[in-house]
């Protein structure tokens, strides 16, 4: 029986094999503790909280570094001038 060669990844219809490579690679709760110069574990309490934006990549948690920079610029405070 002779085999049907592939279809080709350029024909209509078909989906690309992967997705385009984000610029700006993901981070992990390490990397936003030490950006935050916080521990880990206040980085799952904002996650559980639902307080900081992150994505689910199966069972691992990642944050997108423009979520974490707006996060950061959401809590300053400004001074209260008399």
Known sequence: MPSS??????????????????????????????????????????????RLRYVKVGKYVKFRREDVEAWIAAQMVDPVED
């Open 5 to 50: 060669p592939l279809p080709s990844p350029d024909k209509p219809g078909r989906h690309a094999s992967s997705p385009t490579p984000s610029a700006d690679p993901l981070l992990s709760c390490g990397e936003v503790a030490e950006r935050l110069g916080t521990g880990e574990r206040f980085v799952r309490r904002l996650v559980a909280e639902r």
